[in-house]
């Protein structure tokens, strides 16, 4: 068997928890006994839960020690799990406790060198933040060194500068430096003729990015001492397009210096962030060598000097983003099996980590509901779904069949429970009370929405009342992007719950996405062909003038164009103005008048403004796309909402101005 | 009359939206004339809206203009409002729009130069972030030149990293500069002998404070040029205790460098931030020589050079925090003005900024819901308000009748509604879905904390309701901090609403509060005694051991202890370990075994894990205390939650690394 063949058996004892069978130790042993051998430990960490994570690693340093590796390589900040966020400076006994895992994982390791990251507390009284993000060097029973991370996201998800302190210097620094560390004073920046760094800092090639975020290029530093390898301990979630990105510019540095570069990735999710590992070795010439799985742990053995690894498949659309998507299109198939991913194990993490086992959904028959239901039993397993038809006097034969079939396809556990006198009692009880008030207030609506929001808040009473009775189970908010984006999500209602599966997913995609699920799950075609056909509509008013229930798209816009809205502010960063000079893949095959677009770019802008808060309130989802409503990943103030969007010209200010002249 | 009662009537029809008489600006003009003489325009913006904070700003320049001032001075982003977030990068029109009124505005000013902060979009592809956080100088039609802030603060609810690159340089630079800042190329880091910085820039002195955040202190630069008066424009938002260091601060700069400093700060809420304006000048000797009122709008006159000023009273706690808190103590008086205007301003600023109007709530009886409903009397007005008693069959008659008493007092909008059909429909529902569950799963409760959230979500499902059917009106969420820190609040229930007023007051300081609400506003006494003696309970569920409705500190513990314990974690940083060695006011007074102790420590740490859940969905609110869990200021991922809050020792680490050997 070759190193890849004995490396799979290996990895599989590994994760059943299973000892490894000394052959195969032995077998691995005698291929990395020439050197330079390095393990990429691609491991799903804990946040804050550092004897967790302390366990895994001293695994891997055992296993790598046994079979005689240089050097063992894990994630950024591995005994910490990133992001840690805040936590640090509240609960500072969580970075004491992973000072003493490090000093004792330290011990444990003899002449096969890990890296391992940790938050390193600063001197006391030192200027600027408390700690820095750091990798310590471990060897022969002692920490040898300490790299320190120099550049700190601090956008989108990322935070880094609120609790760390820009490191001033890069590569190797004494280990009496530790927590101590004050001014730059050893003669290389090398260790053994490793030059390592942190995550974000191989993010700044002046030469590879049009524009810099940084002005220090800790790479260019370390390779004016010549490195014979570049390691990078990296914690780097996956979003749309991120691939593309990271594999040519890992490329570049390794071509650009003519050094091999090691760079190991943390994998699984914590809270909004999924990680998907795919740790990666470029050659000298910047030809990829090797390549770990995405969204799986995997330990991958690489001599990155003689070139010696294996390139594991991307995960389908981390693949084809390589290509950068310049326009907008409803093919989202390349991306679909990456979406499946982020998402599955986004819930499992957050299920896993949470020490949360079950989940209860309503099955409407519509589409949101039904794509969680299938992700739920994919992450957390069937038998742990509860799906609930809750149907009202509005619900159709076909919605109530619809999600019985799904529930049955699924093998997931499904009962059907009338929410009807729940309306009943709620709507009587709510006009007496509405009566009282209007003798009181001006400003009752003519057409309310009031019953619509009574339904979706009795369904939520429903599966909130199971949640309660039943042991570590949560409801499930089924609110997808597109719907988000315009506050069309019911507060209390089918916007509340646990966790929010598809809260970054738009709706033209959750079609596509739809039919994926039916080609490529091991249980084909699970949801019902009617499911993906039918026009969303929530089901919760009729329609009066075709007496059928209202179609979400009359009442919004439709999803094409929405969606390409939403991608257009998100990817480009077009504003009004801008959307309105834009020709729409909608207006391609369908003719609208400028008056019909200029609505609903008004009501898109107008909805999104009022829609601000229900952000602040939704559930822990996962982000999937470039860039989402997330609250970890978009900030803005609710009071905020009533932006001039459209922009102004000179003579409305001038005109203003001159009353003040 | 002399300056400031000319002032206060100018002050008073600006405020009312009148024309200023002839006579008081002679008046002023007259006094004014000698020259030196500055306007602190400490103004409440709405963040993002440019236009209205513009006109607000035109309109002060017009009029120090007319009283022949040789500055005005407006805050730290005077035209955006601070904070803005991510909002700059999401919607850059804004950003434009900010320009083209800076420009505007420049052209409107005459001999009167006006400091006006804006949002600076740097040149397409510089190095770093997008912008930077300017101060615009406008004079004789035109910009003179930038000043740019150097040190972002990146901690708490601040985020200035996310968006601003940092500013290399200190001082003015000249106007060729706006948007295409390289390097810095001025002569003079003054302008006309004035050294003008942007809030955090003055936060930095080394021998002030013992621990500095930065390395650069821009006012020691500017200091070396030596200004005749150094002025700072400033957001910074009040919070328990900082009125002492900033206080402290500004005289030590001005004494140390023998140079007067103007400090203008904003006034007003944008979300979680409330800014308490208390615009001052210090002499060079480090006296106070003039300071604005707190929590109001004001258009202060000073002339630092000759020591003239008005030293209007700051609010009491603001005042008293003058002395540092060193220990924990149940005496709130000295904080409660503060705590009262706080939030008060909080709540009136989102619902204007918001165009919210009225408020319902559930008026229980007991304190939480009590003081919300002061507070929004009080905030947006009695008319505006409508509380709702919702009775079950365990509310007693005094409960009915408190809460009826108190919105009498209070002149708000009452009714009762009982949730009683609403309580048995539920049950019934939920009775025969659970029977289904159960057949499928097991773990079912055994005393079941349903029935106790059916009520919670009834009655929200009632207020929401309310909501839904009338215009402009949000329900109040009444969940207070002590609660919150336990996760002692009902999702979709009480902790739902569209702003929760008291989620930063710990319960122990309700009671305080109550009581110097009685007190203090104009119709004393409005909240009934028995709401304050009557021990807090949520009414939810029976003792079966007492057959009255539980208390809740026996399902919690005693609120003096818990409130001790979340200010020991907040202002002291205090641990496990610390707590457990702590001696709590609470022991002095009562006698409690160390296995008491513990076995609420671990409640706490335990509950507190789990909240963060419920934290991470809170509705927005105000941040009150030196420490806070609103989402903006606190950032934990909630998988993070089971962390080792006790730490551990090298003998169990050495114990599980043995097996690793």
């Known amino acids: 068997m070759n190193l890849y063949e004995l490396s799979e058996i290996a990895d599989k004892r590994f994760s059943n ?7 195969i130790i032995d077998g691995i042993k005698n291929i990395v006994s020439e050197g330079g051998y390095i ?14 994570n302390a366990k895994k690693i001293a695994k891997y340093i055992k296993y790598s020690s046994k079979i005689g590796l240089d050097m063992v390589v894990f994630p950024e900040l591995a005994l910490m799990g990133y992001p840690i966020e805040d936590t640090i400076d509240r609960h500072p006994v969580i970075v004491e406790e992973n000072i003493k895992w490090l000093k004792g994982l330290a011990k444990i390791t003899a002449k096969t060198t890990a890296l391992v990251g940790f938050v390193e507390p600063r001197k006391k009284n030192a200027e600027g933040k408390k700690y820095f993000n750091s990798v310590a060097v471990l060897k022969d029973g002692k920490i040898q060194g300490i790299i320190r991370k120099s550049l700190l996201p601090n956008y989108s998800e990322f935070n880094d500068y609120r609790y760390i302190e820009p490191s001033p210097v890069v590569g190797i620094q004494p280990t009496e430096t530790l927590g101590v560390f004050e001014n730059p004073v050893s003669s290389s920046k090398l260790f053994e003729n490793y030059g390592i760094s942190i995550c974000e800092d191989c993010w700044n090639n002046k030469e590879f990015f049009d524009k810099n975020l940084y002005e220090k290029d800790p790479i260019d530093e370390l390779a004016q001492e010549n490195p014979e390898v570049f390691i990078n301990c990296s914690a780097s979630p996956t979003r749309a397009k991120k691939e593309q990105l990271k594999h ?14 090691v760079y190991v990735n943390q994998v699984g999710a914590i809270d909004n962030c999924s990680f998907d590992g ?17 969204f799986e742990e995997q330990f991958l053995i690489v001599n990155p000097k003689k070139g010696v690894g294996k390139i594991y498949p991307l995960t389908k659309g981390l693949d084809k983003s390589l290509t950068e998507q310049k326009v907008f299109t409803l093919e989202y198939e390349s991306d679909l099996e990456r979406t499946y991913k982020t998402i599955v194990q986004g819930i499992r993490d957050y299920f896993n980590k949470c020490g949360l086992k079950r989940a209860v959904l309503g099955l409407s028959g519509g589409l949101d509901s039904t794509v969680c239901a299938v992700l739920l039993a994919d992450a957390i397993g069937k038998e742990n779904v509860f799906g609930v038809s809750m149907p009202s006097h509005i619900t159709s034969k076909e919605s109530k069949s619809d999600a019985a079939e799904l529930a049955h396809n699924l093998g997931i556990n499904f009962t059907e429970a009338s929410i009807r006198p729940m309306i009943d009692t709620t709507t009587e009880c709510l006009n007496d009370l ?3 008030v209007e003798s009181k207030w001006d400003g009752r609506y003519k057409t309310p929405f009031t019953p619509d929001n009574i339904q979706a808040r009795s369904r939520a009473m429903f599966l909130w009342g199971i949640s309660n009775e039943f042991a570590s189970c949560i409801p ?25 599966p ?38 919760l008013a009729i329609d009066p003038k075709t007496g059928k229930p209202l179609i979400a798209e009359d009442a919004l816009m439709p999803y094409e164009f929405l969606d390409e809205i939403i991608w257009r502010v998100e990817n480009k960063n077009e504003g009004y103005n801008d959307l309105l000079e834009t020709t729409f893949v909608y207006e391609k095959h369908n003719q609208i008048s400028k008056e019909q677009k200029i609505e609903w770019l008004d009501k898109f802008f107008r909805r ?9 309130i939704l559930p822990p989802s996962v982000i999937v796309e470039a860039r989402s409503i997330n609250k970890n990943d978009y900030r803005q103030p609710i009071t905020s909402g009533r932006i001039n969007y459209k922009g102004v010209n000179e003579n409305h200010i001038n005109a203003i101005l001159s009353d003040y002249l």
Chains 1, 2 share one sequence.
């Open 278 to 294: 795919s740790s990666r070795v470029f050659g000298a010439n910047g030809e990829l060598i090797a390549r770990a799985k995405s």
């Open 502 to 539: 598809i809260a970054d997913v738009p709706k033209t995609k959750l079609f596509a996405f739809a039919r994926w699920m039916n080609e490529n799950r091991e249980i084909k075609n699970a949801i019902p062909e009617a499911i993906i056909l039918k026009k969303p509509g929530a089901e």
């Open 39 to 52: 393990g990429m430990a691609q491991i799903n960490p804990i946040a804050g839960n550092v004897e967790y």
């Open 17 to 23: 928890g299973e000892e490894i069978p000394q052959n």
């Open 434 to 436: 509405f009566k009282v």
């Open 248 to 261: 040519n510019m890992l490329s570049f540095i390794a071509k650009r210096y003519k050094t091999p570069i």
């Open 476 to 500: 499930i908010a089924t609110s997808d992007k597109s719907e988000l984006y315009m506050g069309y999500a019911t507060i209390n209602g089918d916007m509340s719950g646990g966790f929010a």
């Open 608 to 616: 999104m403004s009022t829609a601000l808060y229900k952000w602040s």
